[in-house]
C-alpha cells in the first residue's frame, strides 16, 4: 500500500468522550474484518470483528460499523479511557476473500486521550 | 503467561549476517503466521502455516528469508544475509480452527536492527 512514512493519523478525545476511528478498506472481495488496538512495544491486540453480511457489531464498550457501498469501517469507543490510548488498525482478510487467513492491515490510527 | 511469546525480543547485527527468530504460539493453535512491521505502518503478513505445512507465502518473502514449523508447534523465521531494509519488528500470531483463522492473537515481536 501507499507508504505514508512516519506520519500517523492521530485523534486526541478527552477521557468520558466517545471516540470513532475510521478506516477505509480497499477489497471488495474481503468478507471478514477486524479492528486491533496495538500499544507502544506490544503486538496488535483483537478487539472486535465483523463480517461482511453484517453492518454493526457490538462488544464491550466498542461497536464497529461496516458500510459496503462505500468500503469504510469505523470503531466507535464509550466512555474513552486513558488505558484505551494506543495505535488502532483495521485489517481485512486478503485478496483471496478469505481462502487462507492473511490479513491486510490499514495504516493505523493514534488515539491519544487526554486526563 | 499462555499467550504468544517470541525470542529475542530484540536483535541487532550487522549487514550480510543471519539471523533466526523463534515463536510459540498459543498451545493447540493450529495456525501460525508471521508478519514484519515497520515503524509508523500496520503488520504486513509474510507466511502462514497450518499445522507443519507453509501454505502461503507473500510476495514480500524474498529467497533470503525462510521459516519452518517443523512439528506444529514452534516456528522459526531465518533471514540470510540480512540487508539495512530488514530493519524491522517481526510479528509472529497464531489462531484456533474453534474461532476462526482470522482472529489472531499476536506475541510481541522481535525487533530487528540491522547495522
Known amino acids: ?115 | 503467561d499462555t499467550g504468544v511469546s517470541q525470542n529475542p525480543r530484540h536483535k541487532i547485527t550487522k549487514r550480510g549476517q543471519n539471523v533466526t527468530f523463534r515463536c510459540d504460539p498459543i498451545s493447540e493453535h493450529n495456525r501460525l503466521y508471521w508478519y514484519r512491521q515497520t515503524l509508523g505502518q500496520g503488520p504486513e503478513f509474510l507466511t502462514y502455516f497450518q499445522n507443519e505445512a507453509q501454505l502461503e507465502k507473500s510476495r514480500l518473502l524474498s529467497d533470503r528469508f525462510s521459516a519452518e514449523r517443523p512439528k506444529g508447534s514452534f516456528s522459526t523465521l531465518e533471514i540470510q544475509r540480512t540487508e539495512q531494509g530488514d530493519s524491522a519488528m517481526y510479528l509472529c500470531a497464531s489462531s484456533s480452527p474453534g474461532q476462526g483463522m482470522y482472529e489472531q492473537y499476536f506475541g510481541p515481536g522481535t525487533r530487528l536492527t540491522v547495522t
Open chain 1, 1 to 115: 500500500g501507499e507508504s505514508v512514512g512516519l506520519h500517523l493519523p492521530t485523534l486526541s478525545v478527552q477521557e468520558g468522550d466517545n471516540s470513532i476511528i475510521n478506516c477505509a478498506y480497499s477489497n471488495s472481495a474481503s468478507d471478514y474484518f477486524i479492528w486491533y488496538k496495538q500499544e507502544s512495544g506490544k503486538g496488535p491486540q483483537f478487539i472486535i470483528d465483523i463480517r461482511s453480511n453484517m453492518d454493526k457489531r457490538q462488544g464491550q464498550r466498542v461497536t464497529v460499523l461496516l458500510n459496503k457501498t462505500v468500503k469504510h469501517l469505523s470503531l466507535q469507543i464509550a466512555a474513552t479511557q486513558p488505558g484505551d490510548s494506543a495505535v488502532y488498525f483495521c485489517a481485512e482478510n486478503g485478496e483471496y476473500g478469505g481462502s487462507q487467513g492473511n490479513l491486510i492491515f490499514g495504516k493505523g490510527t493514534k488515539l491519544s486521550v487526554k486526563p
